[in-house]
């Protein structure tokens, strides 16, 4: 069964910083490209930053340029995110996905398995 496992989310300042994680079980991440999606109340899933498989291409979403890094190390069947210079509007519930279908990455209809969320809470 596949499945993917995210953590590292919390509660921190503005201008604070946090690292997500998302660890595969039951299959090799090596061969995806892998992304994640953050959504907060009220609002549509959006895509926030994608990988590919060797992690030589990457993409952010324009609210997180420069803020946010997304790396993997495939050693560890892991994918990170490191948000730095946290607003108020990254409060959300961040997920990460498997890109099956390589379509559009912001595209939700690309993803066949995602983990269950770890919430993000930027807050003074």
């Known amino acids: 069964q596949l499945q993917l496992v995210e953590s590292g989310g919390g509660l921190v300042q503005p201008g604070g910083s946090l690292r997500l994680s998302c660890a595969a079980v039951g299959f090799t991440l090596n061969d995806y490209s892998i992304a994640w999606f953050r959504q907060a109340p009220g609002k549509e899933r959006e895509g926030v930053s994608h990988?590919?498989?060797?992690?030589?291409?990457?993409s952010y979403v324009d609210s997180v340029r420069g803020r946010f890094t997304i790396s993997r190390d495939n050693a560890k069947n892991t994918v990170y995110l490191q948000m730095h210079n946290l607003k108020f509007e990254d409060t959300a519930v961040y997920y990460c996905?498997?890109?099956?279908?390589?379509?559009?990455?912001?595209?939700?209809?690309?993803?066949?398995?995602w983990g269950q969320g770890t919430q993000v809470t930027v807050s003074s």
């Open positions: 990988i590919n498989p060797s992690g030589g291409s990457t």
């Open positions: 996905a498997v890109d099956s279908h390589r379509v559009a990455w912001t595209l939700l209809e690309s993803y066949d398995y």
